[in-house]
């Protein structure tokens, strides 16, 4: 049974991915592309079913770039600078990455 449901979960991992894709990044609300907070690794296909996936985050290119050149390459937070239209203020935003990955992942799940 388990290994079945591991079949199930896998075979729609490319899907998953491309829906990702049609998410803004966010960070900055652009374009993006997926970033794969769990490492595929070199060598790996990104174009086959892998659990891998479905850690995917939407980042634009820029922010993508910074997290591969980032120390801590599976980035947790990202600082933002957001103004608070309410007071005028600026302030800074944490965006969890691992928290994004978990919520777009619920809502594909829930859509689906």
């Known amino acids: 049974m388990i290994a079945y449901l591991e079949y199930q979960v896998k075979s729609n991992s490319l899907k998953y991915l491309e829906w990702i894709k049609s998410k803004p990044c966010c960070v900055c609300g652009s ?24 850690t995917a985050v939407p980042l634009c290119r820029s922010h993508h770039e910074q997290a591969h ?41 829930w859509n689906e």
Not at 41 to 46: F, V
Not at 73 to 95: H, L, Q, T
């Open 31 to 54: 374009f993006s592309e997926p970033h794969h907070l769990k490492r595929i690794g070199m060598g790996r296909s990104r174009k086959k079913n892998l659990l891998e996936h479905y």
């Open 69 to 109: 050149r980032s120390k801590d390459y599976e980035k947790k937070f990202w600082k933002v600078a957001m103004i608070n239209i309410v007071e005028g203020v600026r302030m800074d935003w944490d965006v969890n990455l691992w928290k994004v990955a978990t919520l777009l992942l619920v809502e594909w799940i």
